[in-house]
């Protein structure tokens, strides 16, 4: 993705796993301390010198801020997408312009920065029921107001992340045009293939993927093994496997975890390398999220270019994927409540 004063890298690396509740298999973990710090520094020098967080990751913007501070060179290329993050519905007060500007401070303190080099407004509460024409939706006061932080320096590049169709054309029509919308999407999570990537391509926005790996579920790593032995110990992993629950199941999962492994093999990668090179491979999605809870994942994430998928590998993949059950409604309807 390119922006007048923003380039990010194909593959971003996802910090949620720094939030303090990923810890997962402690002989594995490094999403704290000076673990983590290392392990910021390995992904860049991979050439994943991006970094997606959020003002809610628990301690994930002060881990970025300090690995900034202590690798002055690698600070200078790096590019932190951070998010301005509504989980329930807006108090009036919450919206205006000094209560988001604070906030907005606030991560610029944790980051060590000047300038924000993006953020994107993180809605997740319920889109608001029709009222006074007049009313503006409280998206759009929060999106308004970090166009005038943009317009006073604060901000470089505003985004959005779990933004419908609905919500992107009221921002539009406000005048505000994100530079990108970070939805999920994933070879088990299509729904941006239903509606909405074509509605963002005709309007030059292009889509940053995440749970492009299911929380870690789309691994060789659980191909034939049965659900009672899957540990959910972390809290992406509850997520996505309540998204999997929706979709079909674990047996369901088993036939598509096989699929991305026989492919794989076909391209000498791992299954998790083929789940992230679909997405790549789709329409106007211009980089993909990776979280990692250490730097092992580097070497795979960089196999993402020593191939691409072919017309009878995606047919595979479509194949397998035939046997859910499919949603009709668009990205995060059902997160919000409604209906799949």
């Known amino acids: 993705m390119r922006h007048p004063d923003l380039e990010v890298s194909k593959v971003i690396r996802g910090c949620w796993q720094l939030d303090g509740q990923h810890k997962g298999d402690q002989l594995s973990d490094r999403t704290s301390g000076t673990a983590a710090i290392e392990d910021l520094d390995a992904f860049s020098r991979a050439g994943m010198f991006t970094l997606d967080t959020a003002d809610i990751y628990g301690p994930s913007e002060a881990i970025i801020g300090q690995y900034l501070r202590l690798n002055p060179a690698a600070a200078m290329r790096t590019?932190?997408?951070?998010k301005l993050s509504f989980m329930a519905p807006p108090e009036p007060a919450d919206l205006r312009l000094e209560?988001?500007?604070?906030?907005?401070r606030s991560s610029i303190a944790r980051l060590g920065v000047t300038t924000l080099d993006m953020v994107q407004l993180h809605w997740e509460p319920p889109q608001q029921q029709p009222g006074p024409a007049n009313r503006i939706p409280g998206f759009v006061a929060a999106a308004k107001a970090l166009q005038q932080l943009q317009q006073r320096g604060l901000v470089g590049a505003v985004g959005v992340s779990n933004f419908d169709q609905r919500m992107l054309m009221a921002l539009l029509n406000a005048g505000v045009k994100p530079v990108s919308n970070q939805v999920s999407?994933?070879?088990?999570?299509?729904?941006?293939?239903?509606?909405?990537a074509r509605f963002c391509e005709a309007r030059g926005i292009p889509l940053l993927a995440y749970g492009t790996l299911g929380g870690g579920l789309l691994s060789e790593r659980y191909l034939d093994v049965p659900a009672n032995m899957v540990r959910i110990d972390t809290v992406s992993k509850a997520r996505?496997?309540?998204?999997?629950?929706?979709?079909?199941?674990?047996?369901?999962?088993?036939?598509?975890?096989?699929?991305?492994?026989e492919v794989g093999e076909k391209h000498?990668?791992?299954a998790s390398c083929v789940a992230a090179r679909w997405v790549l491979q789709q329409p106007n999605v211009a980089a993909v999220v990776l979280g990692a809870r250490n730097a092992t994942h580097?070497?795979?994430?960089?196999?993402l270019f020593s191939f691409e998928l072919d017309e009878i590998d995606l047919l595979d993949i479509d194949?397998?994927?035939e046997g859910a059950h499919q949603p009709t409604t668009d990205v995060y309807a059902w997160e919000r409540g409604g209906s799949w």
């Open 319 to 321: 194949a397998a994927y």
């Open 185 to 196: 999407y994933s070879v088990m999570d299509r729904r941006p293939s239903l509606f909405l």
């Open 79 to 82: 590019k932190v997408l951070t």
């Open 298 to 303: 580097t070497r795979d994430a960089q196999r």
């Open 99 to 104: 209560n988001i500007e604070y906030r907005v």
């Open 240 to 261: 996505y496997g309540t998204l999997l629950k929706q979709l079909g199941g674990w047996s369901w999962m088993q036939d598509l975890l096989r699929v991305l492994h």
């Open 268 to 270: 000498g990668v791992s």
